[in-house]
């Protein structure tokens, strides 16, 4: 049965291949982006484009308005910040934009993009869904996407929103612009100078995580 999806982030790595995914079974996929002229190619799928910011509220009611359901999967990433307003606009802020405004609408079903990175370094210990992190955080990034997980979603969660978390890891595959796809580059072509000796991640192919969000 064909349904009506509002994305966020459809122009990024995850969100791309969500919205390829959710075109080719049929579904009508709605977009939020900042700017539609740079959308991608998504109008050649059949995404009907509208133009707001997920740190600005009310430029989403109208796209999200009468959906099925939507996928929040915008989110600010870089490496290595300590401190970045950005992060908290888009992580923070636009998350409890989204998830608020699809509660108020009564939304059928969110999916919110969340991430392993929430756990820092748990130093080679593997966790469950129980695992809460309390300390510092490594970057920008796992603080601000700590906060929307823990503040933000979670408690939405619990009053009974119909909202369920997805929490990637290190997310590999075509159409990658990270700096983890130019490490695996420079790894292949035996080009990177030095590796972490004890570093482990959870790996997972982009194709594979849009199709988590969708089941």
């Not at 307003?85 to 923070?92: E, I, K, S, Y």
Request: glycine share 10%; proline share 4%; hydrophobic share 40%.
């Amino acid at each position: 049965m064909s349904r009506h999806f509002l994305v966020t982030g459809a122009t990024g790595f995850i969100g791309s291949h969500l919205v390829r995914q959710l075109t080719h079974e049929g579904h009508r996929v709605s977009a939020v982006v900042r700017n539609p002229e740079r959308s991608g190619g998504l109008a050649d799928l059949g995404v009907e484009l509208h133009t707001g910011d997920v740190a600005e509220r009310e430029s989403i009611r109208g796209p999200m308005a009468g959906c099925d359901g939507v996928f929040h999967v915008a989110g600010w990433y870089k490496i290595g910040l300590r401190y970045s307003a950005d992060a908290q606009r888009v992580n923070v802020t636009g998350t409890r934009n989204v998830l608020s405004l699809a509660r108020e609408l009564g939304i059928p079903k969110t999916v919110y993009t969340s991430t392993v990175a929430v756990s820092s370094d748990t130093k080679g210990r593997l966790m469950d869904e129980t695992y809460r992190f309390t300390g510092r955080h490594l970057s920008a990034y796992d603080e601000s996407k700590w906060r929307a997980h823990y503040e933000v979603a979670q408690p939405m969660i619990d009053e009974g929103v119909p909202l369920v978390i997805v929490m990637p890891g290190v997310v590999y595959g075509p159409g990658d612009t990270s700096s983890i796809h130019a490490m695996l580059v420079q790894y292949l072509r035996r080009k990177l100078p030095v590796v972490p000796q004890v570093t482990e991640f959870c790996w997972a192919h982009v194709d594979d995580i849009a199709r988590a969000h969708i089941l």
